[in-house]
């Protein structure tokens, strides 16, 4: 259960998405030195009681030598991830309409220093930590018809990927629970992705179950950056890669094998601009 905004003090907001990956935007000059705990924080991106979110982001001017602004990224339960691909290319775009970086920028993260770029109004791309911890054909249950082979991947965060047939016929909420909990990941857990080729053959479908949100998300960015470098190192594309999320929006992902490179592009959308009130 979510604890309750007390309804005090206005904080200003801005609701954005990554191809449906939705994130509570602030820009810490507006908030007055306010401290927002995981309590506040999970209660701000609560569907039903507070604004609602995949996670949110807190932009800041203050960021090392070399980098235009500082991203800072909470899952929805409010504790604070190393990296949301969706959530870094909202950044860039919030970053920009805001005066802070130009289109083409350098920003700092809890992985590092990340390279932007605005390529037109919400079309953004951002270059993602190298890939680690590939894996491929790792052995977990189950193991049947459905779920033949499973990948892992760390692209700023851990990602299992399993191809399939036919997404559709995935329960993401119960197989994506199954997997995330799975002490093969203990004990942080991982992301889970469901990958499968769309009719046509010029893309995939994804759906993602999130960790941290604990249920599946409209989009992942790092999910489809996992499922990019696993294709790529299967046979089954070659880089660039196209994927359309459970959103219906694709993104692209470029991966260079040799550097373990990840260029993740696609719409960052501003929904609304709100103001909340918390007791400071």
Do not use: W
């Not at 109004?121 to 082979?149: C, G, H």
């Not at 004990?187 to 599946?216: I, S």
């Not at 998300?217 to 499922?227: I, Q, R």
């Not at 696993?230 to 260079?256: A, H, Y």
């Amino acid at each position: 259960m979510s604890t309750p905004l007390n309804f005090t003090n206005p904080l200003t907001f801005t609701k954005m998405h990554g191809a449906g990956n939705d994130f509570v935007m602030l820009d810490a000059r507006e908030m007055g030195g306010l401290q927002l705990d995981t309590a506040r924080i999970a209660a701000l991106c609560d569907r039903r009681t507070g604004i609602g979110a995949d996670g949110l982001i807190i932009i800041t001017d203050e960021a090392p030598e070399g980098a235009d602004f500082r991203m800072i990224y909470f899952n929805a339960d409010g504790g604070e991830a190393e990296m949301c691909g969706n959530g870094a290319r909202c950044s860039v775009a919030f970053a920009h309409a805001r005066g802070l970086c130009r289109e083409e920028t350098r920003f700092a993260t809890y992985s590092g220093v990340l390279t932007g770029r605005v390529f037109g109004p919400e079309d953004i791309q951002v270059s993602l930590p190298a890939y680690r911890d590939l894996a491929l054909d790792v052995d977990l249950e189950p193991r049947d018809a459905a779920f033949t082979s499973h990948h892992t991947c760390n692209t700023g965060v851990p990602h299992l990927v399993i191809p399939v047939d036919d997404t559709e016929a995935v329960d993401v909420e119960t197989m994506g629970r199954h997997y995330r909990q799975d002490p093969f990941f203990a004990p942080a857990g991982t992301n889970v992705n469901f990958v499968a080729p769309a009719a046509g053959g010029d893309h995939f479908l994804l759906r993602t179950y999130e960790r941290g949100v604990e249920a599946e998300t409209l989009a992942c960015g790092t999910g489809a950056s996992a499922c990019a470098v696993v294709l790529c190192e299967l046979g089954r594309t070659e880089s660039p890669v196209s994927l359309l999320t459970r959103g219906g929006q694709r993104l692209q992902v470029t991966v260079d094998r040799e550097k373990r490179g990840l260029l993740l592009r696609g719409p960052a959308v501003t929904s609304f601009h709100g103001e909340v009130l918390i007791h400071g």
